[in-house]
């Protein structure tokens, strides 16, 4: 079956997709959302990629080395065997700095006998969106191009050049390798140099994977997830990226396409309480300083969404020279989405912050600030919560009081209180008690539906929604109140087709939905095992690991029928999900137990 059949590399600047074949076939540089390099995946014809030809002899498989980003693609016929190891450069290079240019580097790696590869290098910078120009030079191969951007890439390589860019057929005979950097190199590489990169970046994804727990069960899947979400992070500001690309479709031929190279404070803040959980609390912590940064202004209302890099306006584009991936189109960059309301975002945020704040309390530098977020959060809640918005899905149409928007005005208010207890601010507990209830009664009053015997998407809706499911998550009812089993249940009997789960199943501004989201599937088999029904979860949750690509990796989306991965890829909302639920099933290892009783 056509997948989405792509490895990740990256160093947290940016990243890169390679197909199960050796192909890169998506990489932006010098960051995650600049413009592309290679885009065969939004165009099989214009868009570029980079990747090897081999007889058809040869047997190609793919695998990550273990507990680290580098990918392995190992070539075999017979006695002529090569493995190509592709990575981003990430290493330390001194406290609290660390090294990651960007740069990929294919690591060729001479196994046995005389393998014979040619290579496809073909670079279409800035999208594809004019000629690219190739040259061969005395110490490396330099593509540009010269339309509304002037743009280049260097290729250094310890093959013959004229022979790669001509595509003839090169004999490998010893290790050897290839380095794509943004930048010209000053000093010239070797693949002596080249193979200390590869130990180093190595040396840094163990050491990172280290920190992760050991379970008993799942632990690959959470490791490779784990991993997979830490390349999204984005080194220099703490932003945690939804996604690593743009425009592929939720579904195919349909034009439910975006671009998911942005910080979503939602995505983001789940996945930074997912990675605290696990140890990793400098991404915590990094990401905390993102939002602080944001918020200057005591009255300035948060956006849903920023660039990685703090920008507030992603203004949206189509790319009409590219058919986008099999053909769906159109292709954008930039998301207006950021334009939305969405009252969801400060009970998020507040539930993020309160749990930094329990694990961090005594060594926050930033508490008088996070103090007056709180403050400024609580403030904005009390004047809008009563506001329709355009809920978790980003409705473009119009605003509805939509039942998660508010348990999520209610997570604010009771996370601010819970913040105002460690700060020992009773006053403000006081005032924000009686705001709490009054929004709970609100929400327990208008989003049950007593036909439905379910809370459901809207105040007053028939509709249900899987998100819904996160009200016992974020602490709003117990998982035993018969008001949340029989939700679950209505849910199920709903939404669920073959064990996975619409997001909805009534009409939004682009029609019906005919895909699965991955992240609402994993919200389910978490509130199954909470209702007490574990080995029915368990039994979904063992098929659902079963749709991920050859590496475990999932995006956005899953076909009803087919199964096959659709969506932004990888998506960070799906591994976040499929972690907790993998928690659910786990024990921690006794060694990790006993090393945490002694902290």
């Known amino acids: 079956m056509d997948n989405l059949d792509y490895g990740i590399i990256g160093n947290c600047r940016s990243a890169a997709l390679i197909s199960k074949k050796g192909s890169i076939e998506w990489c932006c540089l010098p960051e995650f959302d600049s413009s592309s390099v290679f885009a065969k995946l939004l165009d099989d014809e214009i868009g570029g990629s980079f990747g090897f030809h081999v007889a058809p002899e040869y047997v190609i498989k793919q695998r990550y080395k273990k507990h680290t980003a580098i990918l392995i693609t190992r070539f075999e016929d017979g006695e002529d065997i090569f493995e190509v190891h592709d990575f981003m450069p990430r290493y330390v290079k001194g406290p609290s700095q660390y090294y990651g240019p960007p740069e990929v580097v294919r690591f060729v790696k001479h196994i046995s006998g005389r393998p014979k590869l040619s290579v496809h290098y073909d670079p279409r910078l800035a999208y594809a969106s004019g000629k690219t120009d190739t040259y061969v030079k005395k110490n490396f191969v330099v593509s540009l191009t010269e339309g509304d951007k002037f743009e280049t890439v260097f290729l250094y390589t310890s093959f013959n050049k004229n022979a790669v860019v001509e595509g003839r057929e090169i004999e490998v005979t010893e290790n050897g390798y290839f380095l794509l950097a943004y930048n010209e190199k000053i000093f010239q590489p070797s693949t002596r140099k080249i193979y200390l990169e590869l130990e180093r970046t190595k040396v840094y994804w163990l050491n990172w994977s280290n920190k992760t727990p050991n379970y008993k069960k799942y632990n690959a899947q959470i490791n490779r997830s784990a991993i997979t979400l830490k390349l999204l992070t984005y080194n220099k500001t703490g932003a945690v990226l939804a996604a690593a690309t743009t425009s592929l479709p939720e579904t195919i031929g349909e034009v439910r396409n975006w671009d998911y190279r942005f910080c979503w404070i939602r995505d983001a803040s789940m996945v930074i309480k997912v990675m605290a959980d696990l140890g990793h609390t400098n991404v915590a912590r990094r990401y905390l300083q993102f939002i602080v940064d944001l918020i200057p202004d005591k009255d300035e209302k948060l956006q849903i969404m920023y660039g990685i890099n703090k920008e507030k306006k992603l203004t949206e584009k189509t790319l009409d020279h590219l058919k986008g991936y099999k053909g769906s189109k159109p292709v954008r960059i930039g998301n207006a989405a950021y334009h939305q309301r969405q009252n969801d975002i400060y009970g998020i945020l507040m539930d993020v912050l309160y749990d930094q704040l329990k694990r961090f309390s005594t060594d926050l530098e930033n508490g008088e600030e996070l103090w007056g977020i709180t403050k400024g959060i609580a403030w904005i809640v009390s004047k809008h919560w009563r506001e329709p918005d355009k809920g978790i899905w980003e409705f473009r149409t119009e605003d509805r009081h939509f039942t998660f928007s508010k348990v999520l005005c209610w997570v604010a208010i009771d996370r601010a209180i819970k913040v105002a207890r460690i700060f020992r601010k009773n006053r403000k507990v006081e005032k924000w008690s009686a705001l709490e209830q009054e929004i709970r009664e609100d929400i327990l009053t208008n989003a049950w539906n007593e036909k439905k015997k379910a809370f459901t998407q809207s105040y ?107 969506g932004n890829f990888p998506q960070a909302y799906s591994h976040l999900a499929l972690i907790e639920c993998a928690i659910n099933f786990s024990q921690k290892a006794t060694e990790q137990r006993v090393l945490e009783s002694m902290r």
């Open 460 to 566: 007053g809706s028939p509709n249900l929604d899987a998100s819904v499911l996160l009200m016992e998550s974020y602490g709003f009812i117990p998982a035993r109140d018969p008001r949340f089993i029989s939700t679950v249940h209505a849910i199920e009997k709903e939404l669920s087709n073959d064990g996975l789960l619409y997001r909805y199943k009534n009409k939004d501004d682009f029609g019906l939905p005919s895909s699965s989201f991955t992240i609402c599937t994993f919200w389910f088999i978490n509130s199954l095992f909470k209702i007490g029904e574990e080995e029915k979860a368990q039994a979904l949750f063992d098929k659902v690991l079963g749709y991920g690509n050859h590496l475990g990796l999932f995006s956005e989306d899953i076909d009803f029928k087919t199964k096959r991965l659709l």
